[in-house]
């Protein structure tokens, strides 16, 4: 989330009065001066600048109050953005952009009373709140929105030259742990557990998978990969027993 900062121009321009050069101009300026200003309404005059002052710094410094609603569709903002840069192949951006919309949801979660959200996902702490804070739509928005940032952060860092397949295999599990029939989870899933060489449970993902789209190619080609792997690594297992 970005934050927007405000700007204060504190400096105040004061007029100085001039006198003309010799004692009794100046004397019967400053005289002057003393009738038009008295010394009581300087000191109001200064009593009321220092009020200005400190309740324009007090109402600066006052935190913006948002409306659960607001988190709501800064959240979905985020999202929509971060789909936009992965279109565009700015796979970085887009990162940044789905890991605003998840602190975003985390913020409305802390909003409405769950200190712990930190621990859990944001859509789980949602179903134990009053439902009276959000309404059903805005509820089950969140909730997609949630499962749409952790599958296309696990696509981004599959798109990166140096991939973090832990990290993949991390946001599909909590993709499939909401939908576990969601076929892009299941896949990627898969494929994390390949490239970690956990070739049992690549296995068991990418045949679910399978299951959703069997016409997939890329699913086929791995699973055949997969399976060679465990072929090869069982006359190995047995030599070394």
């Not at 006198?19 to 009321?48: E, K, N, W, Y």
């Not at 998840?102 to 930190?118: A, Q, Y």
């Not at 859509?123 to 009053?130: D, G, I, N, Q, V």
């Not at 557990?193 to 299951?211: M, R, V």
Request: glycine share 6%.
């Amino acid at each position: 989330m970005s934050q927007r900062q405000t700007a204060y121009d504190g400096n105040y321009k004061r007029a100085e009065g001039g006198g003309s050069v010799g004692g009794s101009s100046i004397v019967g300026a400053s005289t002057l001066q003393q009738c038009i200003h008295p010394p009581g309404s300087r000191m109001r005059d200064t009593r009321s600048q220092q009020h200005i002052r400190h309740h324009s710094a007090s109402v600066l410094k006052q935190p913006s109050h948002s409306e659960p609603a607001d988190l709501v569709k800064r959240a979905l903002d985020f999202k929509t953005q971060g789909t936009q840069c992965y279109k565009d192949k700015k796979y970085r951006e887009a990162i940044g952009k789905y890991h605003r919309a998840l602190l975003e949801m985390k913020g409305l979660c802390r909003m409405l009373g769950d200190s712990d959200v930190s621990s859990r996902s944001p859509s789980s702490a949602l179903k134990t709140m009053s439902h009276s804070a959000l309404t059903d739509e805005e509820r089950g928005a969140v909730e997609n929105a949630e499962l749409e940032c952790y599958n296309s952060l696990a696509a981004c860092l599959l798109q990166m030259e140096l991939v973090n397949y832990e990290r993949v295999k991390e946001y599909c599990l909590k993709v499939l742990c909401k939908e576990g029939e969601n076929f892009k989870a299941l896949y990627r899933s898969g494929v994390a557990y390949y490239h970690l060489g956990d070739f049992n449970k690549a296995l068991h993902y990418l045949k679910e998978s399978h299951k959703q789209q069997p016409s997939d190619t890329n699913v086929i080609r791995y699973i055949q990969l997969t399976e060679m792997k465990i072929r090869r690594s069982t006359p190995r297992e047995k030599e070394a027993s």
